[in-house]
């Protein structure tokens, strides 16, 4: 059973930084694109970035110029660096990964992580 578990969220004022790691484990032998994603309250769920195998990454506008995502194959692991941030970057963060198995690619979510941004 693969599992995803993110880390490093909490409080931080705006402006500050803040990094999240999420960690797959599991029967694992490969993973394909993993990402970050982030649901405010009374809103959808929308993409924050995403990175692919090869380590080309995608941002949603919003935070352009000021998150990094990153990942450690040999951990498994991808990384989200969080500056200048912002309050309306508060949010539920969730790690996103497509991990493939035999033939099929299986889609996995972590808990999610609270990202708070006081003004």
């Known amino acids: 059973q693969v599992q995803l578990v993110e880390s490093g969220g909490g409080l931080v004022q705006a402006g500050g930084s803040l990094r999240l790691s999420c960690a797959a484990s599991g029967r694992i032998f490969s993973i394909n694109d993993m990402g970050w994603y982030r649901q405010a309250p009374g809103k959808q769920r929308e993409l924050v970035a995403r990175i692919t195998s090869g380590g080309s990454t995608k941002y949603a506008d919003s935070v352009k110029g000021r998150f990094t995502i990153s990942r450690d194959n040999a951990k498994n692991t991808v990384y989200l660096q969080m500056n200048s941030l912002k309050p309306e970057d508060t949010a539920v963060y969730y790690c996103?990964?497509?991990?493939?198995?035999?033939?099929?690619?299986?889609?996995?979510w972590g808990q999610g992580t609270q990202v708070t941004v006081s003004s």
């Open positions: 996103n990964a497509f991990i493939p198995s035999s033939i099929y690619e299986y889609e996995y």
